[in-house]
């Protein structure tokens, strides 16, 4: 088929904090596309707008649960249907029910973005009732589907062999940009979700060892349980919660961190072979990374130190680990390193794995 015109782009969280979303719709509109974004307007969504494409958000009658899924198919089914494109793109699962019939009654071609093993995360492999209607969705749909990315080679192996299905592999990886001369600051930083499985309440734990203050940048289902734990240990000045920050803000942060935390757990399949986006944000702000020992940042870093591997969650094992680091003879070999990878991996790079899909679409 010709080069499409028109790409709608569709995602179920708030359009201003999915920074993939972001640079996929940048990328496409840089190159000559028309690009409209759409998403869910919340009760607490700040606003967001884009010089380079089109943004708009919908209210749902529904917030979370299985309603919410349903209200927000039901709502984009009828959007895109009665909307004039040339090319759908559903990112998540949650997406692609109203995605796929639409592209099957108008006839046009759908590009599915896999950003996790969507059927494996924690909070649904801890609810196997509801894990089952949406596996059966995946099993429905991904067999049918010819135009597929995620962001993992272990991912995409999987949804080879479930459903024979091909996926190309497009990281989720920081736009490069120049780097100036920046001083680093006595704390470490923890930036991302706030859910289950991502160590944080280890890593709050061992604070009380650690010579350092901790930042963290998110928000998430584990908030104010993680508010309460750095309360109970009088952490109220030694821990100090950002929340979600604007993405230029947060690369602030990052720049000035002296160490970068990533210890997720591994806690269902999502998470065992997840390439956190974290350590490659720490990584272009050159701040060196205390990680958890994953399949697939392990292939990516191909031996590169930029850090250490975590050794425990034990706290005071933990607490030792920070402080070895934060004053190793290695850190300015670390921090170089990451100058070499932030050039090597960078969504530039990446970008490329989209634009052959366009120009081949079927």
């Not at 080069?3 to 920074?19: E, F, G, M, N, R």
């Not at 934060?326 to 530039?348: A, D, G, M």
């Not at 989209?354 to 079927?362: R, T």
Request: hydrophobic share 40%; with cysteine.
């Amino acid at each position: 088929m010709s080069i499409p015109q028109k790409i709608i782009v569709s995602v179920s969280s708030d359009l201003s904090t999915d920074q993939r979303v972001q640079k996929v719709c940048t990328s496409l509109a840089n190159h000559g596309f028309d690009v409209q974004l759409l998403g869910r307007k919340l009760t607490n969504s700040s606003t967001f707008s884009s010089n380079l494409y089109k943004a708009k958000r919908f209210t749902l009658w529904f917030n979370r649960g299985f309603l919410f899924y349903a209200n927000l198919n039901v709502a984009l089914f009828f959007k895109l249907l009665f909307s004039k494109f040339d090319v759908l793109y559903a990112n998540d699962l949650d997406t692609l029910t109203a995605n796929f019939l639409v592209s099957k009654i108008t006839g046009k071609p759908l590009i599915y973005d896999s950003h996790e093993y969507f059927t494996e995360v924690p909070e649904l492999v801890s609810r196997p009732s509801v894990q089952r209607i949406w596996i059966r969705i995946e099993k429905t749909i991904l067999p049918k589907l010819k135009n597929c990315i995620t962001v993992t080679e272990q991912i995409a192996n999987v949804y080879k062999e479930k459903y024979q299905a091909d996926f190309a592999i497009m990281r989720n990886f920081p736009v490069l940009q120049k780097n100036g001369s920046i001083e680093k600051e006595n704390y470490i930083l923890y930036q991302g979700a706030l859910n289950i499985g991502r160590g944080l309440e280890e890593l709050i734990a061992a604070m009380p060892f650690v010579n350092a203050k901790l930042w963290i940048a998110g928000a998430g289902d584990v908030e104010q349980k993680l508010k309460q734990v750095a309360g109970k240990l009088s952490l109220s000045e030694k821990v100090i919660f950002l929340g979600r920050l604007d993405p230029k803000v947060l690369k602030e942060y990052t720049e000035k961190a002296k160490l970068g935390i990533s210890i997720e757990h591994k806690m269902g399949l999502n998470y065992t072979y997840a390439l956190p986006n974290k350590i490659f944000d720490y990584i272009h702000c050159q701040t060196p990374v205390l990680y958890a020992d994953l399949v697939e940042v392990k292939r990516v870093l191909n031996g590169v130190e930029i850090g250490q591997e975590l050794k425990s969650y034990d706290s005071e094992i933990l607490a030792n680990q920070i402080n070895e680091m934060l004053t190793s003879p290695n850190y300015i070999e670390w921090h170089k390193n990451c100058e070499v990878l932030r050039k090597e991996l960078n969504w530039q790079e990446e970008e490329k794995v989209l634009l052959k899909m366009i120009q081949n679409l079927e």
